[in-house]
């Protein structure tokens, strides 16, 4: 871990239970390991002065980033992410790379690793790719975004935000609302929630919003005005113009109109309800600026957390590694 | 009927005496203990008199073994021309006597397609050549494979085509498949149709159910064949033309090819095996071989297709052998092509998840899997009656087998079942009274 002498105590202790040295999804994770991963988030914000200072926990260690769909944030939260810890990162993206020759995926990832990584952060428009590549691959393997699959690290950050304002999630009433069809975040939010006791709603266009979840035992709501007054929480998805190819809904003036999160809506909400967005957010789409930029907005706050967040997973999984 | 010819082996021109086995033939509803005598490539006898046998018999002791008419596919992916780096009709054939084939028929989706005689020659000769298992051509539908206009039908008949069909993609236009099957009927030759509205399908990779839901996949839907299914249906009613549909998986397939049958409308249909053991479940763990065409469903579907294949309202089994090389199979699931090899597997899957749990017996098996396919596509086959070709498998039940793709004929390496015993084996295949395989 550090490189301080035995005498001087560690500066963070590292969790015996966790012994993952893959984060592929939030699914299979049980209460106890989200709860960790939560708990060393906090910690590591906490040490690290809310993500801003240097905390050599990684020093020596190199994260790689092999992007195969568009991103900057992610992708650059998690190279803060491992920066703050003292480890080298390094850049793949396919545009321009050996994937536009023709290499498979596998091929890249396994060539990325023969350069010395202790971590494969990947994101793919594919559900499944981070597990294929955890079979083929000794490093660690982080999941930044397999299609709509999942999305761990982001529901990890938006249920630590949670558990900042409010103490716990269990017992709460989270709504996830907009495109969860296509959305991996709202699947990482819908395991983690779910798992940590709160009560979930799955809120949209019935095009977009399966009967199925209901199948499996979530409530399922249509009309965002009908569930507004119950919530504790609203996560804000954003539409997602660039995976959807027959438009699930009419127009964006309409979606608006049914699912927009304005200033009327809010007079209609609880007095401490959070309003949280994945990012990045389309104004006037699923959110007006009032909102955005009012006092129940949480969405930089999420932003931040998504460093620590990066951080724990980035420690956790090294430690695992290094028992294995 | 139509033989592919010459063999490279020897001419076995002796009698052949398979004795000690379990003769089962469904086309005379035959289950028991018997002797079958060839002679001159052809059934000359069950169960002769021991004077009346030639002085120079060989025999072939089956003890332990059933005797079957050689298993017969609607459907097969040989890939050559054009793709070879997928299978060649070499290769196919290697595969298809080691699952118990003696008969097969190729599908017309090569590179170029069979949309003309002389493709039908070149397929023909390459199999005449590989002296392997009979290959029977099916043609395209349509010129090119677009489905636009249809493909000059009658000379691909003359070429020696037995059946059209555009699969494995579909006809979506209706009109289009009205008019073939009208036309087809001067001569007397099958349509197959593989069921599916193409905007329906919509890119989809895995069964549109619960757990593309929860694994975020772009679904199939089950309507995507239904819809299909209905149309081929009504359309056969009225052309009175001869449609096979399949292979179909769903339980709304299912449905209405049975209420169709039950009014007296001549329509066939087949399943794949894969359709009938493995559920969409198979897809948790996001492996390609798992993409296969049509999609491992859910639960349901699986135990109506069951139902439905040991009723007979589904008339046949066909292998849905689809193979695609390593390389492409390596991929991720976007990426991927469907596609598996199955030739190899297809009897023991049967044997394994239908024969032995008790939903069918092996004379209704080898009717799905030989007799029936022969009927369907109008074919030599199926059969054990006296003076039929002598194409002939012998089949150990009770042999156990673990599936290795590495280990397969085919190029393709890619199973659904690797890694899974399954019970059964191929212990020979004969065509026209001469080993082709033997284990």
């Not at chain 2, 002085?55 to 793709?83: C, H, K, W, Y």
């Amino acid at each position: 871990m550090t490189n301080a002498p035995t005498a001087t105590p560690p500066i963070i202790e590292f969790p015996k239970s966790w012994t993952r040295r893959h984060l592929l999804d939030l699914e299979s994770l049980d209460a106890d390991e989200i709860t960790t991963i939560l708990d060393t988030a906090q910690q590591l914000k906490t040490l690290t002065n809310d993500c801003k200072s240097k905390l050599p926990l990684l020093v020596g260690k190199t994260c790689a980033n092999l992007f195969f769909e568009n991103s900057t944030r992610t992708r650059n939260s998690f190279s803060l992410a491992a920066k703050r810890l003292g480890a080298d990162t390094v850049e793949f993206s396919s545009s321009g790379s050996s994937v536009a020759k023709g290499e498979t995926f596998v091929d890249t990832a396994k060539t990325i690793e023969a350069m010395g990584v202790d971590w494969v952060v990947t994101r793919h428009s594919t559900p499944g790719t981070p597990h294929l590549l955890s079979r083929e691959l000794k490093c660690s393997v982080l999941n930044a975004g397999d299609g709509p699959h999942d999305h761990p690290t982001q529901g990890l950050l938006d249920m630590l935000t949670i558990r900042q304002h409010r103490g716990s999630i269990k017992g709460l009433t989270v709504a996830l609302v907009g495109d969860i069809a296509h959305s991996r975040t709202a699947r990482s939010n819908i395991w983690g929630l779910s798992k940590l006791g709160a009560n979930v709603i799955i809120c949209g266009p019935p095009t977009l919003v399966s009967p199925r979840w209901a199948e499996l035992g979530f409530e399922v709501a249509h009309h965002l005005d009908d569930i507004l007054p119950r919530c504790d929480v609203l996560n804000l998805l954003r539409i997602q113009f660039e995976r959807q190819k027959a438009r699930p809904f009419p127009s964006v003036h309409e979606y608006a109109a049914l699912y927009a999160m304005n200033g009327e809506r809010m007079r209609k909400a609880k007095d401490d309800i959070l309003i949280m967005a994945p990012g990045p957010i389309n104004r006037g789409v699923e959110i007006t600026p009032e909102v955005a930029d009012g006092p129940h907005s949480v969405i930089l706050e999420q932003v931040n957390n998504g460093i620590a967040v990066r951080m724990a997973a980035l420690w956790l999984l090294a430690g695992a590694n290094q028992t294995n | 009927m139509q033989d592919t010819g010459s063999s490279n082996l020897p001419s076995q021109s002796d009698p052949l005496l398979i004795e000690n086995g379990r003769i089962i033939d469904p086309s005379q509803q035959i289950d028991r203990q018997g002797r079958l005598l060839i002679i001159e490539g052809r059934v000359a006898a069950i169960d002769p008199n021991d004077g009346d046998l030639p002085q120079s018999t060989r025999t072939i002791d089956a003890a332990n073994l059933i005797v079957a008419p050689g298993l017969v596919d609607l459907g097969v992916e040989m890939r050559e021309p054009g793709f070879e780096e997928d299978e060649t009709i070499q290769s196919a054939g290697l595969a298809a006597l080691a699952g118990g084939y003696t008969s097969v028929l190729c599908t017309s989706n090569t590179s170029p397609p069979i949309d003309s005689p002389g493709a039908v020659e070149f397929v023909r000769q390459k199999a005449a050549r590989a002296a392997g298992v009979r290959v029977h051509v099916i043609g395209c539908l349509s010129k090119n494979r677009d489905g636009e206009q249809m493909a000059e039908l009658g000379l691909l008949a003359e070429a020696g085509a037995v059946a059209f069909s555009d699969a494995p993609r579909s006809v979506p236009n209706d009109a289009l498949l009205k008019r073939a099957l009208d036309y087809c009927r001067m001569f007397n030759l099958p349509i197959f149709d593989r069921p599916e509205v193409p905007d329906l399908a919509n890119q989809g990779v895995a069964h549109d159910g619960r757990t593309a839901l929860i694994l975020g996949l772009k679904g199939l839907p089950t309507e995507a064949e239904d819809l299909a299914v209905a149309r081929d249906v009504r359309l056969a009613e009225a052309t009175s033309g001869r449609l096979h549909v399949g292979p179909v998986s769903t339980m709304g397939a299912v449905d209405m090819i049975r209420r169709v049958k039950s009014r007296g409308i001549d329509v066939t249909a087949s399943v794949c095996p894969h359709n009938l053991c493995l559920s969409d479940q198979e897809l948790r763990s996001f492996d390609a071989r798992f993409k296969v065409h049509p999609p491992l469903r859910s639960e349901r579907h699986v135990e109506t297709l069951q139902q439905a294949v040991a009723d007979g309202t589904i008339d046949a089994i066909q292998s849905g052998h689809m193979p695609r090389s390593r390389e492409k199979k390596m991929n991720d699931l976007d990426l991927s092509p469907f596609g598996a090899a199955t030739l190899e597997t297809t009897l023991a899957t049967i044997n394994t998840f239908l024969i032995k749990s008790g939903t069918m017996n092996w004379l209704s098996a080898i009717e799905r899997l030989s007799t029936s396919p022969a009927r369907i596509a109008g074919v030599a086959g199926g059969t054990l009656k006296v003076g039929a070709v002598a194409d002939v498998v012998l089949i150990d039940p009770n042999r156990e087998w673990t599936v290795d793709g590495n280990q397969f004929y085919s190029r393709c390496n890619s199973s659904t079942l690797d890694g899974h015993t399954l019970t059964g084996e191929v212990a020979m295949t004969l065509i026209n009274g001469e080993t082709r395989y033997s284990r």
